[in-house]
C-alpha cells in the first residue's frame, strides 16, 4: 500500500479497487469427502438447483455438510460455454469429492476422485419432472437451467407467483402487500389459506361459513377487511393483457402480454391458439399453422412462443387455469385502430401533467390507435404530448426539432375531442 496521501490522489482508483494498494487472500483451504446425495431445489422463479449433501467435514474452520452443483451441465463436467471442466469428469452420488470454500464463503465441489470412485455407481438423472409439484421441468434452448412449469400450482413458486398476480401491473388489488400474502399462504385455517390466484377470489365466500373471521385477527379490522373484499371484487373484470401478465409465464412480461392480447382479442381465442401450437422438432420442422401465427406475431420469438405452449401444456396448470377464469373474467381486447389512423406506427411520448387521462390510459389510448409509446425523446420519436410542467423531455423534443403537441391537440388528432 501506498502510504502518502498526496500519491494515493495522485495514482487515484480504477473502477473497482484503488491503483495505490492490492490485497491478496491466502489459497482457499481444501478438503475431501464423500457425496452421500444429490437434492433437488426448486427457486421461486422455478429453477431446479442441484445441491451436494455431504459427509460432514471441517473446511476452513468451517463444518460443511451441502455444496451447491449449480445445474445439469455442471454435474455432467460440461462449462457455460460447453468447454469441458474438471477434464470432462462427472460427478456421481457416492464419490469421492474434493471441495474447498469460494472466496472462503461458499462450498463449492471442485473435483471428483475417479480412482476411488465405486465400480457399480452410474451418472446421476437429472429429473425432468419438478420434485415440488410433479409438473414437467423444461430447458430452454440455449440455457443451462431447466425449470418447473407449473407455475400456477407449484408450491415452491407459489408465493411469488401471487405477488406478481396482485402487482400494480397485473392485477393490481390493493392490500395484498407482501406481509399480507405471506399471511394469507402460510395460515392452517383452511378459510383464510391462499396458495392459488383463484384462492384470493373465494376468500370472501369461505370467510362467510368460517369460525375464524379474519377481521377479529391482529392487523385487520372491520373496515379494513371491507376494503380488502372491495378491492378483490372490483378485480373480477380485468383487461386481457392484464390477465396475461398476471399469470406470470415466463418470458411473457407486460409488452408480450399486450402484443399477444392484440393479436388473439380474447382469452379463448389465445388459449386454443396456443394449446393447439406445435413446437417445431430439428432442423427443417416449421411446426403447425398454430406455431407460425404464434411466432409471427410482432415481438414474439420462439423462445416467448415456446413458453407459452408450454404453460398450456402443462396439465398440472388447466385445473388452477379453469378455477381461476371461475372467478375472474378476462375483457376482450380492443382491436387496433385502423392502420389509417394519423399516430399508426408513430413513436409518441407523453411528458408532463395529463389533466383529461392518466398516464397508463394514455399509453392504452396511443397503443389503441397503432402508435407506439417511449419513455424518453430520441431521434426516432415522431410526436410528443406536453402537458403543465413538462421540463426536460419537452426540451430536448424543442432541441430536436420534433412535433410538441398539448393534450386537446392529442384528442382531436386521434378523433376522440
Not at 469429492?97 to 465441489?109: S, T
Not at 408450491?155 to 407467483?161: D, G, L
Request: aromatic share 6%; proline share 4%; hydrophobic share 40%.
Amino acid at each position: 500500500k501506498v502510504d502518502r496521501l498526496d500519491l494515493q490522489e495522485r495514482l487515484g482508483f480504477r473502477s473497482r479497487s484503488p491503483r495505490w494498494a492490492t490485497a491478496h487472500k491466502f489459497a482457499a483451504e481444501k478438503a475431501t469427502t464423500i457425496l452421500r446425495e444429490i437434492d433437488i431445489q426448486v427457486g421461486r422463479t422455478g429453477a431446479l438447483t442441484p445441491v451436494a449433501r455431504l459427509e460432514p467435514v471441517t473446511v476452513g474452520g468451517v463444518v460443511v455438510t451441502n455444496a451447491t452443483l449449480h445445474n445439469e451441465d455442471y454435474i455432467r463436467g460440461i462449462g457455460n460455454q460447453g468447454q469441458p471442466i474438471r477434464e470432462g469428469r462427472d460427478i456421481r452420488v457416492g464419490d469421492t469429492v474434493l471441495i474447498q470454500r469460494a472466496g472462503d464463503v461458499i462450498p463449492q465441489v471442485l473435483d471428483v476422485m475417479l480412482e476411488q470412485r465405486a465400480a457399480d455407481s452410474v451418472p446421476y438423472s437429472f429429473p425432468t419432472v419438478c420434485p415440488a409439484c410433479g409438473s414437467h421441468a423444461v430447458r430452454e434452448e440455449g440455457e443451462a437451467v431447466r425449470r418447473c412449469t407449473g407455475g400456477l400450482i407449484c408450491p415452491a413458486q407459489a408465493v411469488e407467483r401471487i405477488r406478481h398476480f396482485v402487482s400494480r401491473n397485473a392485477l393490481d388489488i390493493e392490500g395484498f402487500g407482501e406481509k399480507q400474502i405471506e399471511f394469507f399462504f402460510n395460515h392452517e385455517d383452511p378459510s383464510l389459506q391462499i396458495r392459488t390466484p383463484a384462492d384470493i377470489f373465494t376468500l370472501k365466500a369461505r370467510q362467510q361459513n368460517s369460525l375464524t373471521k379474519l377481521e377479529n385477527i391482529d392487523g385487520f379490522g372491520a373496515v379494513s377487511v371491507k376494503k380488502l373484499f372491495a378491492a378483490i371484487d372490483d378485480r373480477r373484470n380485468v383487461t386481457l393483457s392484464r390477465f396475461l401478465f398476471g399469470l406470470g409465464i415466463r418470458h411473457v412480461g407486460e409488452t408480450n402480454a399486450k402484443r399477444l392480447a392484440r393479436h388473439y382479442l380474447s382469452f379463448e381465442r389465445l388459449r386454443d391458439g396456443v394449446s393447439d401450437a406445435v413446437i417445431p422438432q430439428g432442423k427443417g420442422d416449421s411446426g403447425n399453422a398454430q406455431w407460425q401465427e404464434l411466432t409471427n406475431i410482432n415481438g414474439i420469438g420462439s423462445v416467448v412462443a415456446q413458453a407459452l405452449v408450454e404453460f398450456f401444456a402443462e396439465e398440472h396448470n388447466i385445473p388452477a387455469l379453469d378455477a381461476l377464469l371461475a372467478e375472474v373474467t378476462p375483457a376482450d381486447e380492443e382491436p387496433v385502430g385502423d392502420v389509417s389512423s394519423p399516430v399508426s406506427g408513430k413513436t409518441v411520448v407523453f411528458t408532463g401533467s395529463l389533466e383529461r387521462m392518466s398516464r397508463d390510459e394514455a399509453k392504452a389510448m396511443a397503443e389503441r390507435f397503432g402508435a407506439k409509446v417511449s419513455g424518453s425523446v430520441s431521434k426516432k420519436t415522431d410526436l410528443v404530448v406536453a402537458g403543465p410542467g413538462a421540463g426536460s423531455k419537452l426540451k430536448q423534443a424543442t432541441d430536436l426539432g420534433i412535433e410538441v403537441i398539448d393534450e386537446d391537440a392529442w384528442f382531436v388528432l386521434v378523433g376522440q375531442s
